[in-house]
């Protein structure tokens, strides 16, 4: 069997990466898939612990990241398709209308 | 190196190539099919930890729901290749990449030094539907509740904030102008 170490270390490996993503794309998009990136990763890490201590409550709080997930990228995308309305822009550096 | 190690190994790399791609890609459509990937060997990777109901949510909400959400806002306000540099602050990607690098490096060193501990094949009782919803509805119904608002006022939120503004009342005109 695989240990749960490599499960562990796959799961900083992808938030890594979406971190990354987050710091260096531009595009509002590409950062709303890199967040969701890196809550999986975090749902891959709560059910490798889930599954070495045989306790449920982890599986049952992916459950609570999946629908702040999805409620997060419903939000997202709809200030996104607002702001796209005013500037006809998904570039982020263009996301100033509050800055004074 | 058992058939399992080797299963773990393939599916893994697919999915760190597909975050790569997401991450990488210069067209959104692109992104947003590199990510279908990315849950899709996720999802497998739950199978292989026990949590078979989980990975069929996965499946439904993230490959079935997001992404096509994502790829339906794609469709609607154009993806052409966008340029992937900021304008400005051109020291936060290396930033970035520099502090990934090393949270990466302290992760992994940490987790290579701890005792590699296997999975018990019957833990969980396989994460089957049915051990789930007893967990779920018994002990963890306050959470169902909270998921149940959440949701809720995430969807009245994204009604009002995707409405087309009407010209006259335009929230910002006065702001512009």
Known sequence: MVPINYYLILSAIIFTIGAI???????????????????????????????QWNNLVGQIFVFMVMAVAAAEVA?????????????????????????? | MDFAMIFFILVGALSVGAAV???????????????????ATLAILYVTLNAQFLAAAQVIIYAGGIVILIL?????????????RAAYRSWVPYAGLALGILMLAGVSLTLLQAPATPIDPEANQGGVPIVIGL????????????????????LIGALLLARRPKPEESPTSNLRS
């Open chain 2, 72 to 84: 339906f806002v794609i469709m609607l306000i154009g993806s052409g290749p966008m340029e992937t």
């Open chain 1, 21 to 51: 993503g987050v710091l260096s794309r531009r595009n509002a998009l590409i950062i709303i898939m890199c967040v969701e990136m890196m809550l999986n990763s975090v749902n891959l890490t709560l059910i490798a612990f889930a599954g």
């Open chain 2, 21 to 39: 791609g997401v991450v990488t890609s210069k067209i959104a459509v692109h992104s947003a099919l590199f990510l279908l990937v990315h849950f």
């Open chain 2, 135 to 154: 967990t779920l509805y018994s002990q963890n119904i306050l959470l169902v509740q909270l998921a149940a608002i959440l949701l809720l006022v995430a």
């Open chain 1, 75 to 100: 939000v997202g995308l709809a200030i996104l398709i607002a702001h796209f309305h005013l500037s006809k822009s998904t570039n982020i550096d263009d996301v100033n209308l509050m800055k004074w």
